[in-house]
């Protein structure tokens, strides 16, 4: 694996941070920080594994190391969450075709001062390295498979019913924040390799490929890798030293206690009712 830093000439360029500073640092920063936003609101209920919501394959493989989904169920999930993330992509080129014909003059291109590749995959920061990245997208998904593990575990705390899902979009706006400047944290090999199978074929060519020393596929191994990372990492330390026994049978003696205290009230009145029939 490369340690060398990728090219900074075929670097995505974010238009509207160039218009703001010219400084490359706050440039870089913005112009992720701006791909973050623009990811959170639509991510916000994804991939709640508690029944469904399979919408990553990285979370996908968790479940399938955990033994909560059937693994022949698995390469089913992924080529949904493909399709869709492809339909996607097409549905917001169409919407902003006119929008995209204008910006860039009927010229698609993932580099340079028009570029809008990015808008549909991710890209990398010029600063960052190919092992930078895979370590990058190991963490984060790593981080976010815990995370959703926690929140979904029955037999851990987890959070409140019908909560789950602000609570996974909170921790998914913690990650793109503190973790979203290298590459705008893809932490999904669909929602990266879906869009840019669409941009390869709606225009943009193979260059969304071969751009950045051929950085698609870290945004496609490092999540898988990362989410079993974070599902092992879980089931070690979580898991593993949970009870076999459920809480119903503490519940039981209070049970019986409540009865025996029925039967004493009843027996009691039935001693008060003889005692006035006698007098």
């Known amino acids: 694996m490369s340690h060398h830093s990728f090219n900074a000439a075929e670097r995505p360029v974010c238009v509207q941070s160039r218009l703001i500073t010219h400084s490359q640092h706050h440039e870089a920063a913005l112009c992720h920080q701006k791909q973050c936003l623009q990811r959170v609101p639509g991510r916000v209920p994804w991939d709640l594994c508690a029944g469904g919501g399979h919408l990553n394959p990285a979370v996908s493989l968790a479940m399938v190391i955990l033994g909560k989904l059937k693994i022949w169920k698995f390469p089913i999930y992924v080529t949904a969450q493909m399709l869709g993330a492809f339909v996607g992509a097409a549905a917001v080129f169409g919407l902003y075709y006119d929008a995209f014909m204008d910006f860039t003059s009927g010229i698609l291109s993932v580099t340079g001062i028009n570029a ?7 890209y990398p920061g010029r600063h960052l390295t190919v092992l930078g990245g895979f370590v990058d997208q190991v963490v984060g998904t790593g981080m976010l498979v815990l995370c959703i593990l926690a929140v979904v575990d029955g037999r851990n705390i987890g959070a409140p019913r019908g909560v789950e899902p602000l609570a996974v979009g909170l ?11 290298n590459c705008g944290y893809p932490l999904n090999p669909a929602r ?5 199978l669409f941009t390869a074929a709606a225009g943009w060519g193979m260059e ?3 751009t950045a020393d051929y950085w698609w596929w870290i945004p ?13 990492i879980y089931f070690l330390l979580i898991e593993l030293h949970h009870t ?14 409540e009865e025996d205290e029925d039967e004493d009230e009843d027996s009691s009145l039935k001693d008060k009712y003889e005692m006035i029939n006698m007098s």
């Not at 921790?171 to 400047?181: D, E, F, R, Y």
């Not at 496609?220 to 092992?232: F, H, K």
């Open 116 to 122: 809008t590749g990015h808008i549909f995959a991710s």
């Open 171 to 181: 921790i998914l706006l913690g990650i793109s924040v503190s973790m979203g400047l």
């Open 192 to 196: 990266d390799l879906g869009p840019r």
């Open 208 to 210: 969304v490929f071969s």
């Open 220 to 232: 496609v191994a490092g999540p898988l890798v990362g989410g079993v990372a974070g599902a092992v």
């Open 244 to 257: 076999n026994h459920s809480d119903k049978p503490h519940e039981e003696p209070e049970e019986e206690e």
